[in-house]
């Protein structure tokens, strides 16, 4: 479903900040898997995710999604392939406009856009119905201006915008770690629903471990701009909690021993 | 009362305006000042056409559309060059100062014997009265003629109000204004900004035209210098209409445009009529806005909570 082939992105190139933030990433995505990526900071998952929505263009590698070579498109033509829910709960939705005008605006995403009616009766039903089916008591309040929500029931909508219309894949960047724990877990439960009833090909970035742990058929570490581990299948079932854990305690050791080797020559010798 | 129905009257015709001005700094958040040429483009456009004996409906629309292709220069000089939004409308502004000549060929044109939507007006006015020169209102004598030019802009306003709401809440219109409001959500939705930028700020433009092109007619001549200043003015009436309907509703607000228009040109009047020099109008107009913009920031410092609430 997702092909991205040796890909790799340098922010501020030529300068002393310059960033390495991607470097020859390999991933394959299979239709219907759900993969999750974890890493640590700067470790380029959230770029991972940008580069295949697109928000730049890569410098070097291509992308493939649903058998077409997307690696020159601009991102609004490959949100057409592509729903996505952003760490931001404020990023997924236009608080000015109404709950229903989000709704219907994510209903025509890579849709030619006319001078159609935006609000259908037929949609405004679709809409009470799905939005009912959030437990958030939000159906009654369609007309309501998006801004006046919280966190919680903005992420919430954001994940049935992405979804409205099956998206061949969703990314999810850390569309948690915003959220009080008490919406996390609820947005997360939608997303576990979601996720299975249209069996979306999932590329979702987390910082909980336990998250990570618990969700997905597939898991990914990244690290300083390259995939270091890759469980699937029973590996990634079996996997628990602790053993990410270690897996992190790994990285950090050698990151240290490196720093500790560096300094222990640096004063030995110069 | 005559003077009172001219203040409506050019209350009204500025609201065009004023709504352009809207779609520009309130749903694109698009700081555009080309208005101040393109309202001199529609005058001087329709100006043109009326003197070669174009129909007065006909000569409008064409201003309206030439005041879309200046501000689709705007934007295409932004989304396209990534010129700075201001910077774009000070270019084209300026540009079309000269285009305005060349179109008129001099510096103004007087409208004073030929048709236009005002005498086209009047003389329907006139034939439904069946030839009375004047009515009585409420104990006030009211001319027809100034009645039915109010009554004839009133129209036109309220038809071109009725369409951009409507506009506003096709598929197309929804994600010109969602553009405004978050670009990162409009993107990822497919949408591609750089063109809703540019069609809305030519839509803008045209109104802003229209309006320049009815204020020709309403006066009498087309002048190059007519567009000066024209921006703060709409942006004096969007603010105002804003503290009146105090809501972002869609339709509360165009209408509020509105309204803010026509208290602001009356609030003008008077003020011109306890004494105001004409020439203090600009300084006083780009006072107030200033003052409009402040207040609310100093009212939040000075109580955080009230002002929140």
């Not at chain 2, 802009?153 to 096709?170: D, P």
């Amino acid at each position: 479903m997702l092909e991205v082939h040796a890909v790799s992105k340098t922010f501020h190139s030529g300068t002393p900040n310059e960033v390495r933030s991607l470097r020859g990433v390999n991933l394959d995505l299979a239709a219907g898997s759900w993969v999750i990526i974890i890493g640590t900071n700067g470790s380029g998952k959230s770029t991972l995710l940008n580069a295949v929505a697109g928000t730049f263009l890569v410098d070097e590698g291509n992308i493939r999604l649903a058998g077409r070579d997307v690696t020159r498109w601009p991102e609004h033509a490959r949100a057409a392939l592509i729903g996505r829910v952003f760490q931001n709960p404020f990023s997924g939705s236009s608080p000015s406009l109404t709950i229903q005008e989000n709704l219907s605006l994510a209903a025509r995403r890579g849709l030619s856009r006319g001078l159609g009616w935006g609000l259908k009766e037929s949609l405004v039903a679709r809409m009470r119905d799905e939005v009912g089916r959030l437990n958030m008591g939000l159906e009654n309040r369609l007309e309501n201006a998006i801004g006046s929500l919280s966190g919680g029931q903005r992420q919430a909508l954001t994940l049935l915008m992405a979804t409205w219309l099956c998206p061949e894949l969703l990314l999810l960047d850390e569309h948690t770690a915003a959220l009080d724990p008490k919406s996390a877990d609820l947005v997360i439960a939608l997303t576990e629903h979601v996720v299975a009833r249209d069996q979306l090909t999932t590329l979702m970035v987390t910082h909980s471990m336990h998250q990570a742990a618990s969700l997905g058929d597939r898991l990914i570490m990244m690290h300083r701009g390259q995939i270091i581990h890759d469980f699937r299948g029973a590996e990634k079932r079996r996997l628990r909690l602790d053993d990410l854990l270690a897996r992190f305690e790994e990285v950090r050791r050698a990151e240290q021993l490196d720093e500790s080797a560096a300094q222990m020559l640096a004063e030995k010798y110069i | 009362m005559s003077l009172l129905i001219g203040t409506f009257t050019i209350g009204c015709i500025l609201s065009l305006l004023a709504l352009g001005v809207f779609i520009s700094f309130r749903i694109f958040a698009f700081p555009d000042i080309t208005a101040d040429g393109s309202i001199t483009l529609g005058a001087s456009v329709a100006a043109t056409l009326l003197v070669r004996g174009v129909s007065p409906p006909l000569a409008s629309l064409a201003g309206f559309f030439a005041g879309m292709l200046a501000g689709a220069c705007t934007g295409t000089l932004h989304t396209r060059f990534k010129i700075n939004p201001l910077l774009s409308g000070i270019l084209v502004m300026t540009a079309l100062y000269s285009i305005n000549l060349h179109i008129m060929g001099k510096s103004n044109v007087p409208l004073l014997s030929v048709t236009t939507i005002v005498t086209q007006s009047e003389h329907i006015g006139m034939k439904l009265m069946r030839g009375a020169t004047s009515f009585n209102l409420a104990g006030w004598e009211v001319s027809v003629r100034d009645a039915s030019v109010l009554g004839a802009i009133l129209w036109a306003v309220a038809l071109t109000g009725g369409l951009l709401y409507w506009f506003f809440r096709t598929n197309l219109g929804m994600a010109m204004r969602a553009t405004g409001d978050n670009v990162q959500m409009i993107r990822a939705l497919g949408v591609n900004d750089a063109n809703m930028i540019v069609f809305g700020v030519a839509i803008s433009n045209g109104l802003v035209a229209l309006s320049g092109a009815l204020l020709a007619q309403y006066q009498g001549f087309a002048d190059v210098g007519m567009g000066i200043g024209m921006v703060v003015w709409g942006l004096a009436s969007v603010i105002i209409g804003e503290a009146l309907v105090g809501t972002n509703q869609l339709g509360l607000t165009l209408s509020g445009t509105v309204m803010g228009s026509v208290l602001f040109r009356l609030l003008v009047a008077v003020a011109l009529r306890w004494g105001l020099s004409p020439n203090d109008l600009k300084l006083i107009t780009a006072g107030f806005v200033f003052c409009a913009l402040i207040v609310p920031q100093f009212l939040r410092k000075k109580w955080p909570r009230s002002a929140h609430a």
